[in-house]
């Protein structure tokens, strides 16, 4: 059974400093992870993913997120938010014997303050 | 290129009544999904389609949910007899083949 946590419900940041989400999964075989965004009132976007090769991938809007297999983890990072960076993120695995159906965590609400 | 529409936006029922949503993917997308998304949740998968064929369907409450995509394009979700825990916001997406997935807006409903 894959799952996927992320365990901070809500972060607060100001306006131009870093900020990192956290995605932790439990899947032992070939997996995808995904990062996406959702605005208020808006379906999800795509920021980025990972399959294989370099653990840390780089996304849209100065996003990116580094893989590691050891601690099963797939954190999402930005060096400097802008208030436009406010939304809903959610983290999402897949994986081959799934048939790739993306599964969801519970999302982490960002809040950027000016 | 248009992204995934869908309609309507909003609904609001009372229990028992029913309710159609419809969904237009991005042309040339062989693969459509349709997810609930209860309020401060992730998606949750509920059926999906390779053009009008249904891959999936096994989280789809069978005795009230209904979903159909009769040419390989445009598909319609339907809910026979709403209860309140169907609360949530319906959201279409396609993707061409195991490619990205492209979300629509959702349809945000609310059974009073």
């Known amino acids: 059974t894959q799952t996927v946590s992320q365990s901070d419900a809500h972060v607060t940041v100001f306006e131009g400093d870093s900020v990192e989400l956290r995605c932790n999964y439990s899947?032992?075989?070939?997996?995808?992870l995904s990062w996406y965004i959702q605005h208020h009132g808006h379906g999800l976007q795509f920021l980025l993913k990972?399959?294989?090769?370099?653990?840390v991938v780089q996304g849209v809007n100065g996003f990116e997120a580094e893989f590691s297999k050891s601690d099963s983890s797939f954190h999402l990072r930005k060096a400097s938010v802008h208030w436009s960076d406010s939304a809903v993120y959610f983290c999402?695995?897949?994986?081959?014997?799934?048939?790739?159906?993306?599964?969801f965590g519970s999302g982490t609400q960002l809040t950027v303050m000016p | 290129e248009a992204g995934v529409t869908q309609s309507p936006r909003y609904a609001v029922l009372q229990e028992g009544q029913a309710v159609s949503f419809w969904c237009d993917p991005i042309?040339?997308?062989?693969?459509l999904y349709w997810y609930q998304q209860p309020r401060d949740q992730g998606p949750q998968l509920l059926v999906y389609?390779?053009?009008?064929?249904?891959?999936?369907n096994s989280q789809l409450p069978s005795d009230r949910f209904s979903a159909v995509r009769p040419k390989g394009t445009n598909s319609t979700l339907k809910i026979q007899s709403a209860k309140q825990g169907d609360t949530a916001t319906y959201l279409c997406?396609?993707?061409?083949?195991?490619?990205?997935?492209?979300f629509g807006p959702g349809t945000r409903l609310t059974v009073l």
């Open positions: 997406a396609s993707s061409l083949r195991w490619g990205e997935q492209y």
């Open positions: 999402a695995v897949s994986a081959s014997s799934g048939s790739w159906q993306l599964i």
């Open positions: 899947y032992g075989g070939s997996i995808y």
């Open positions: 389609f390779r053009d009008e064929a249904v891959i999936d």
């Open positions: 042309s040339g997308h062989d693969t």
């Open positions: 990972y399959y294989s090769g370099n653990p």
